[in-house]
């Protein structure tokens, strides 16, 4: 097939890249291997991520050092409850000497986009982001701006302070193709970096990769092969999550497509053309996570959505081989 014959001719090119990359990142976030490439997964799948953490931990750097590392522009917005949706998508201005409006493109405008505490703006702000995160363009005063590619909102929320905030809605969080929590660093890293502190920041790196390298990348990911029976088990993973005693809402269609998606970014990361099994596994906790709505008896016995996850893909057979 075509679609294997690309992946073929460039899937170990994709290691080498994606490596490289995350290695890079790596130089900064110290001792979050694993989240670092799981945000790359993300951007090399032309989704969306989701990290909800404590302040201080890196959030901010993430974002700049993936930038810097791909050479691509970044903007951070600090949602506030008085931000305004123009102040994400743009406005129309009026030009004084030509007596015309012209477009101010927003914050959006951008390669990387850092939405520091989403929770905090309202609904109405919130919303404004829909649009560029699925369509990867905004429409003001009725005309449609094509936002730059590659495109990325890195969205974070704190889980820990929850006055004044406005949660997200289930349609919103279903649009976000990963979840992760970068956490404390282990002791090791977190000496090295009072060692290192101040030797090297985000800004200070130098881009080991540009657009054009993610582009390839991303094609690649679209080039993996899926054997029918990995496509039955990402299906019934969902079915799973829907009649599952705990959950109320489980895995919408667009679930099952991330699922899909982030487990062939993991397939081609590993050098592979195809996926395995343990691909999907991988993928299960970041891509379902957030997505799962639990009941309220759940949430009375203090079970979490991961848990809930786990439960699933003990209850669901793995399919045995490729094929």
């Not at 993430?62 to 998508?89: E, M, Y």
């Not at 667009?254 to 990361?269: E, G």
């Amino acid at each position: 097939m075509a679609t294997r014959d690309v992946a073929d001719a460039g899937v170990e090119q994709f290691p080498v890249v994606f490596d490289a990359i995350a290695d890079n990142v790596g130089r900064v976030l110290h001792g979050k291997r694993d989240a670092v490439r799981l945000a790359l997964i993300c951007l090399v799948a032309r989704g969306h991520l989701l990290v909800e953490d404590v302040p201080g931990v890196g959030k901010t750097s993430l974002a700049k050092a993936l930038a810097r590392s791909v050479r691509l522009d970044w903007q951070r917005i600090q949602f506030t409850p008085d931000l305004l949706p123009s102040d994400v998508t743009g406005s129309s201005v009026l030009d004084r000497e030509s007596s015309t409006f012209r477009f101010r493109p927003g914050a959006v405008f951008t390669h990387i986009l850092l939405g520091d505490e989403i929770n905090r703006a309202s609904p109405k702000t919130q919303s404004a982001l829909l649009e560029a995160m699925e369509e990867r363009q905004v429409t003001v005063d009725g005309r449609t701006h094509r936002l730059p590619a590659p495109f990325l909102v890195i969205a974070t929320q704190n889980p820990v302070e929850h006055e004044g905030t406005y949660p997200l809605p289930e349609s919103q969080v279903d649009r976000f193709l990963v979840r992760l929590t970068l956490g404390y660093p282990d002791r090791a890293s977190e000496i090295t970096m009072l060692e290192t502190h101040g030797d090297l920041v985000a800004e200070q790196l130098e881009a080991v990769a540009d657009a054009a390298d993610l582009e390839m990348l991303s094609s690649l990911v679209e080039a993996v092969y899926v054997a029918p029976p990995l496509r039955g088990y990402v299906v019934d993973l969902a079915a799973a999550t829907r009649r599952h005693p705990s959950v109320e809402l489980g895995m919408s269609p667009r679930a099952t497509i991330a699922l899909q998606t982030v487990a062939k970014a993991m397939a081609a990361a590993s050098g592979r053309d195809y996926v395995v099994p343990d691909d999907i596994r991988a993928a299960a906790h970041p891509v379902l996570g957030h997505r799962l709505v639990l009941g309220a008896q759940a949430e009375l016995d203090a079970t979490t959505a991961d848990e809930v996850v786990d439960e699933v893909m003990r209850s669901v057979p793995v399919p045995a081989a490729r094929t």
